[in-house]
């Protein structure tokens, strides 16, 4: 009886070995980097997870994700409350990029948005005056894009009875938006952004801004985080500014398309193998919000030559999973 139970037990143990090496990513509002052959992905963590701020997972392949061996931290923190950064809780929502050498992080924290830099991709990120961006109200959700031009732009969400897109210039040098060229971006105009299935006031959020081919597109998420339709679309436009034409198609990414609930508020990158993709986190389950879990999806982009603009859509059967497995850190 013994030797017949051994083996039940082995694959049992085994299994669960596995289930405690491998396990879900649960950031939210997510953003990824690449750089060097890998992918650098980081975003809102859960209210229990660690120290608040920023923390980083690399990965090679977008599916299995570690601690960067190089970490200079050992739960991978690269940017961290009250080291030299503005904020005391709220920290949410970030996008790195790199200008001349320098790292930097926008992110909300306070419900304000904020800018830090670091001279190392894996921080720390700390600012030289510890501030806002724009103190005058509250705005969060940043993204900054440059230009063709040089000129950069901020993007956020102000509050106005609910939430809504702004564009304003933005001056790297002094970090601040130039006040004047503050616009909104549009209204909530489309049925799919305000459904009955959590009640809210207008919300628009979570933007990422492209150019292609003379053309803007921003991607924005729609609904409040905790209704089951929160969805992620896209608007066109000729200028950083608008006026924005959104696609008659939208959401591009809904639980209708991708399977599961809230999926939103993410961020667009090229991966390594030239593929666009899309970063996003979902509702934990259908009974509860959070922890929300991360997820990448290939999206796919079109010419539409008759409307001169590009097409989105996502390959949603190709849905990525990522998830954390232990790796050995190198110590400096």
């Not at 229990?48 to 997972?57: E, I, K, T, Y």
């Not at 939430?163 to 790297?172: G, H, I, Q, R, T």
Request: glycine share 8%; net charge positive; hydrophobic share 35%.
């Amino acid at each position: 009886m013994k030797s017949i139970l051994i083996y039940p037990l082995l694959l049992f143990s085994a299994l669960q070995a596995s289930a405690q090496a491998k396990r879900e990513i649960f950031f939210a509002d997510v953003t990824v980097y690449v750089e060097g052959g890998k992918y650098y992905l980081t975003g809102s963590k859960s209210g229990n997870d660690g120290p608040q701020g920023f923390a980083f997972l690399e990965s090679k392949d977008l599916k299995t994700w570690t601690l960067p061996a190089k970490s200079k931290d050992s739960l991978g923190m690269i940017l961290t409350k009250g080291d030299h950064t503005f904020g005391t809780k709220g920290f949410w929502a970030p996008q790195i990029f790199k200008d001349k050498g320098t790292y930097y992080m926008t992110y909300t924290a306070d419900e304000q948005t904020v800018l830090a830099e670091s001279k190392s991709l894996l921080g720390p990120y700390r600012q030289k005056e510890v501030e806002p961006i724009d103190g005058a109200e509250k705005n969060i959700d940043s993204y900054i894009f440059k230009d063709s031009d040089g000129k950069y732009y901020l993007y956020c969400v102000r509050f106005d009875k609910g939430n809504y897109l702004y564009a304003a210039e933005f001056d790297l040098k002094t970090r601040k938006i130039k006040p004047e060229t503050l616009k909104r971006c549009f209204d909530q105009t489309e049925p799919w952004e305000a459904t009955p299935n959590f009640k809210s006031g207008p919300i628009m959020e979570g933007p990422t801004v492209i150019k292609l081919k003379n053309k803007y597109y921003l991607f924005y998420s729609a609904n409040h985080f905790q209704n089951i339709d929160y969805a992620i679309g896209y608007a066109v436009a000729d200028s950083p500014y608008g006026p924005w034409v959104k696609y008659k198609n939208n959401p591009i990414i809904h639980r209708s398309i991708v399977g599961e609930n809230g999926s939103g508020h993410g961020d667009l990158f090229e991966g390594l193998d030239k593929q666009l993709y899309y970063v996003y986190h979902i509702h934990n389950s259908s009974e509860k919000v959070g922890p929300r879990r991360t997820r990448i999806v290939p999206v796919v982009k079109q010419w539409n030559e008759e409307a001169n603009v590009y097409t989105f859509s996502v390959k949603e059967k190709e849905v990525i999973v990522p998830v954390i497995i232990p790796a050995k850190r190198v110590r400096n």
